[in-house]
């Protein structure tokens, strides 16, 4: 079964910081991964996706995440944070070809400071 | 792009009642639409995956009784919280998979808080 594994379920960084945030996933075959953010009581906006193509995937807001195969992880980052970057991020897999679910993390505050 | 309509975003009901929240894709068509329930501070449980024209898959846990699912057409997919309690009080989402995206894309509706009194 296909998991991800968020560390830290807070996170804190000060206005223009740099943003982390941690997903390794467990898979036996490379899968899908995804990053999705929450403003409270809203729905998932998705952020990016990695679908076996570019390692490096650019997504909305500034954000970006890196596929690492050795290290089975997915980080999120982001240059320099925004207050308006406050929010719940998730992340997801999903099996490649006709796999239906996207199984997510835990999840990570992220609390951004002046 | 893609834009799941969830409603209501709010409901409040009696306990014993029962409430139906709607989830419809707007500009695709979704052959799969997904419910799942999430706790205060917890992450995204999936409740079950229903296809448009058959019967839901319900994840292990799930009462099929209590959570009444429907997916009578391409865009729309109906979950009814069937003689509600309090324990039921949750943020339930929708998500909807558009078929002309295969398994990228997810999108998300914007939740439903329902409270049981």
């Known amino acids: 079964a296909q998991s991800v594994t968020q560390l830290g379920s807070h996170v804190s960084v000060s206005e223009g910081a740099l943003v982390l945030l941690r997903c390794n996933y467990s898979s036996s075959v490379p899968p899908y991964l995804f990053w999705y953010v929450q403003y409270p009581n809203q729905g998932l906006q998705l952020l990016l996706k990695?679908?076996?193509?570019?390692?490096l995937v650019k997504g909305i807001n500034g954000f970006e995440a890196e596929f690492k195969k050795s290290e089975t992880s997915f980080h999120l980052t982001k240059p320099s944070a925004h207050m308006s970057d406050a929010a719940e991020y998730f992340c997801?897999?999903?099996?490649?070809?006709?796999?239906?679910?996207?199984?997510f993390g835990t999840g990570t505050q992220l609390k951004v400071e002046l | 792009g893609a834009v799941v309509s969830q409603h209501p975003s709010r409901v409040i009901c009696k306990s014993g009642t029962s409430v139906k929240i709607e989830c419809r894709s707007l500009?695709?068509?979704?052959?799969?639409m997904f419910w799942y329930r999430q706790f205060p501070k917890k992450s995204l449980m999936l409740m079950a995956t229903s296809n448009e024209g058959s019967k839901a898959t319900y994840e292990q846990g799930v009462e099929k009784d209590k959570f009444l699912i429907n997916h009578a057409s391409l865009t729309l997919s109906t979950l009814t919280v069937t003689s509600a309690h309090p324990e039921d009080s949750s943020f339930y989402i929708c998500s909807a998979r558009d078929r002309g995206q295969g398994n990228y894309g997810y999108t998300f509706g914007s939740g439903t808080r329902l409270t049981v009194v």
């Open positions: 500009d695709f068509q979704a052959t799969t």
């Open positions: 990695y679908t076996s193509a570019a390692t």
């Open positions: 997801a897999v999903s099996p490649q070809g006709g796999g239906n679910k996207l199984t």
